[in-house]
């Protein structure tokens, strides 16, 4: 195994080895190395560990999709070209450390992405996760914390052979005062930034800053009945100079809602947030939109082994597309997960989402325009060690677009292996 390692990195004596050689090399070596890895992990105790606050960690996939760009099935592809099979690479850690009554969890991961064929999406991604829980006294905690991801854009809202990288940073903090056993009073900050690499979908760069405030009644059940009110504002800071073109440039959303979670039983609780929401927009007020907006989320555990997750939701949500910054979703799903054995686990999804997009009244557009997307997935997870997994999933995605904003109907479907390991 060393031997075969040096022959990657050391092709030659005195041979200089340039930077994009090295990284194929690893791409190449880490997935042989996983194996050897987990062949020594499998020799050790289950509980052994290298820290109990930092956890290494390795992994890699290999995945095939028959319709990678979401073209249309009239589509003949890019070049005659729809599939393709790319590999993926990533290392990283898991860490958490108590400072005192505080807690210090986060992760750091890096990942290497290679296509088979559009070998111009080949990229680099970065995942990085920082989070503080906070104590003061007895009656006084929250969170603090910063995020940032690099991936690949999905190309199910814009086909193109162009890489386009997009990150995503947030930063928040949130805190809650419980004045009385079975009353709780909480606020909090996020801010959200989406910025991407291409030059066409850098119209879509945009910052979400949102301020919620709620109060919550704790019986003694663990069950939670509460009040929120939230006001996002929206701001695309590119978008200043094509007004002219009916392209909206930022936008206000006030919330209020019911916040509750619902034990009925140890095997049934249910999550609710609902209530009513108000889109206001910053140039074009006939795009403005209100109404009831709610997501609910029911778990049920029947049998011990057995999960299921059901979800039912009605909401505003930003659409990553040229002309159109919202969309109104209606959507539905049922994920279950069943633990075969100790070593292996199966899981299955399926989810149903229309995006009403008729909210953008101030184009010229048909009154009714929507695309509708059906998912299915089902995937086995092996795992011969707590610290290992070897995984095999398929999916098939389904949409009927609307092609007068640029959301074609497609199919596609695929199937991808992976396997991980934790140290």
Do not use: C
């Not at 099935?73 to 070209?81: A, H, I, L, T």
């Not at 082994?305 to 039912?312: E, H, N, P, Q």
């Not at 949409?399 to 390991?421: C, D, E, M, Q, V």
């Amino acid at each position: 195994m060393l031997n075969s390692l040096r022959k990657h990195f050391y092709p030659m004596p005195g041979a200089v080895i340039k930077p994009a050689h090295l990284t194929q090399a690893l791409a190449r070596a880490l997935p042989v190395s996983m194996l050897f890895a987990g062949g020594v992990t499998l020799s050790l105790p289950a509980t052994a560990a290298i820290s109990d606050t930092i956890a290494p960690f390795v992994a890699t996939s290999y995945s095939y999709d028959d319709n990678l760009f979401r073209l249309d099935d009239n589509s003949p592809g890019f070049n005659g070209q729809r599939s393709d099979t790319s590999r993926q690479v990533q290392a990283g850690f898991l860490f958490n450390r108590p400072i005192g009554r505080q807690v210090l969890t986060g992760q750091a991961k890096w990942s290497r992405v290679y296509f088979d064929h559009f070998d111009q999406l080949d990229y680099s991604g970065k995942d990085f996760f920082a989070d503080i829980e906070w104590h003061i006294a007895n009656h006084l905690d929250g969170h603090v914390g910063i995020s940032y991801g690099q991936s690949l854009t999905p190309f199910s809202d814009l086909q193109t052979t162009d890489r386009n990288l997009r990150v995503i940073r947030r930063e928040y903090a949130n805190g809650g005062w419980r004045f009385h056993p079975s009353w709780r009073v909480r606020g909090g900050f996020t801010r959200d930034r989406y910025s991407y690499d291409s030059i066409s979908q850098r119209i879509s760069n945009r910052q979400e800053d949102a301020t919620e405030l709620g109060l919550d009644y704790l019986p003694a059940s663990e069950s939670r009945i509460g009040v929120q009110l939230r006001h996002v504002k929206g701001r695309y800071p590119n978008r200043a100079n094509l007004a002219a073109f009916g392209v909206e440039q930022g936008y206000e959303q006030d919330e209020i809602k019911a916040n509750v979670f619902w034990r009925f039983s140890g095997i049934t609780q249910a999550q609710l947030l609902a209530g009513w929401v108000k889109r206001k927009n910053e140039l074009f007020s006939g795009r403005d939109a209100s109404g009831a907006n709610g997501r609910l989320i029911v778990y049920w555990a029947p049998l011990g082994k057995v999960r299921f997750t059901g979800s039912l939701w009605h909401e505003f949500a930003s659409v990553e597309n040229s002309l159109i910054s919202s969309s109104l979703n209606n959507g539905a799903s049922i994920a279950a997960a069943w633990d075969v054995s100790a070593k292996v686990r199966v899981d299955a999804q399926l989810r149903h989402e229309k995006r009403d997009f008729s909210a953008a009244q101030g184009l010229v557009l048909p009154r009714d325009v929507s695309d509708t997307t059906r998912s299915t997935s089902v995937g086995v997870t092996y795992s011969p060690r707590p610290n290992i997994q070897l995984g095999v999933n398929a999916f098939h995605d389904a949409r009927n677009g609307a092609p007068i904003i640029n959301t074609g109907s497609y199919r596609a479907k695929g199937l991808s292996f992976s396997a991980n390991a934790q140290f």
